[in-house]
């Protein structure tokens, strides 16, 4: 079953750091590129960042660029998704999501379960 | 950055009627245009994908129209399961963008 798992999410004061996990099964994680997406509470879907699939592409939303950084380990068939210097506003459901490949337009296919992120005091 | 508006941000509706919902990009995304659902505390569902092509396993009830700047998703006959929101989002760009959201509740 093609399936992905997020983790590492809590609650974090205002300046703090935490790192997100996605854990991929089912599928060639090394061929595919991925993405993070976030929900703030009551809101939209806000996309976060891009990783291609050998690392060698990575693209971040202007909200996050310059504290937060996506990774990935290949060999562990994982994602990852640094996140300093917190903030308030970045509180919100985190999801990895799966980019298709080009034949299908590169869609976000599959999703995580999301993990959840509390910036708070 | 390319912004989604869609339209209209809610709507009621009833069992077994046709709903359309309309998105619309701030520039030409050709057909690289996606439909989403999402039910409460329940992650995003691909439901569309390349403005018309249905994913595997979404009923044919749903389909997707449009290219360039316009598009559209419609559900022919609701079903009970369908009240959820919905999001349109272009993969024209690779800084994906979102529209924010269609929420279709029962009248």
């Known amino acids: 079953e093609v399936q992905l798992v997020d983790s590492g999410g809590g609650l974090v004061q205002p300046g703090g750091s935490l790192r997100l996990s996605c854990a991929a099964s089912g599928f060639a994680f090394n061929t595919y590129s991925m993405n993070w997406v976030r929900q703030a509470p009551g809101k939209g879907l806000e996309w976060v960042s891009f990783i291609s699939s050998s690392s060698s592409t990575i693209y971040y939303a202007d909200s996050v660029k310059g504290r937060f950084i996506i990774s990935r380990d290949n060999a562990e068939n994982s994602l990852f998704l640094q996140m300093n210097s917190l903030r308030a506003e970045d509180t919100a459901v985190y999801y990895c999501?799966?980019?298709?490949?080009?034949?299908?337009?590169?869609?976000?296919?599959?999703w995580g379960q999301g993990t959840t992120v509390t910036v708070s005091s | 950055d390319i912004q989604m508006t869609q339209s209209p941000s809610s709507l009621s509706a009833s069992v077994g009627d046709r709903v359309t919902i309309t998105c619309r990009a701030s520039?030409?995304?050709?057909?690289?245009l996606n439909w989403y659902q999402q039910k409460p505390g329940k992650a995003p569902k691909l439901l569309i994908y390349a403005a018309s092509s249905l994913q595997s396993g979404v009923p044919s009830r749903f389909s997707g129209s449009g290219s360039g700047t316009d598009f559209t998703l419609t559900v022919s006959s609701l079903q009970p399961e369908d009240f959820a929101t919905y999001y349109c989002?272009?993969?024209?760009?690779?800084?994906?963008?979102f529209g924010q959201g269609t929420k279709l509740e029962i009248k």
């Open positions: 999501a799966r980019v298709a490949p080009y034949y299908y337009y590169y869609t976000m296919d599959v």
């Open positions: 989002q272009q993969s024209y760009s690779t800084l994906y963008t």
């Open positions: 520039q030409n995304v050709s057909t690289y």
